[in-house]
């Protein structure tokens, strides 16, 4: 099992920045991919990012250039802990963030509760 906490989110005008945490405990050795994941009022839930355990990281189109994940792990802890740095936020990106995490190269089998993000003037 895996256990993931989100935080960071908020409200921030366009333009402005936040950054995202997600850490993970329990199971962390079996993890392939991290992930953020957003999903705005009306819409269906989009990957923003990934990263899997070897580096290698996808974005969406929407937010190439503007956001970076990243990631640490705590081997002694046994804690992963991923980031979403999001940079010149826009209006559109107000939604509701959430972390997962996969075993597999495909799919993901954790999920956080998610945490709110709010880009307004």
């Known amino acids: 099992q895996v256990q993931l906490v989100e935080s960071g989110g908020g409200l921030v005008q366009p333009g402005g920045s936040l950054r995202l945490s997600c850490a993970a405990s329990?199971?962390?050795?079996?993890?392939?991919?991290m992930a953020w994941f957003r999903q705005a009022p009306g819409k269906q839930r989009e990957l923003v990012a990934r990263?899997?355990?070897?580096?290698?990281?996808?974005?969406?189109?929407s937010v190439k250039g503007r956001f970076t994940i990243s990631s640490t792990r705590d081997s002694v802890n046994a804690k992963n802990t991923v980031y979403l740095q999001m940079n010149s936020l826009k209006p559109e990106d107000t939604a509701v963030h959430y972390c997962?995490?996969?075993?597999?190269?495909?799919?993901?089998?954790?999920w956080g509760q998610g945490t709110q993000v709010i880009v307004s003037s």
């Open positions: 329990g199971s962390i050795f079996n993890i392939y991919a």
């Open positions: 997962a995490a996969g075993v597999g190269a495909s799919g993901y089998d954790y």
């Open positions: 990263i899997t355990s070897g580096g290698t990281t996808n974005y969406a189109d």
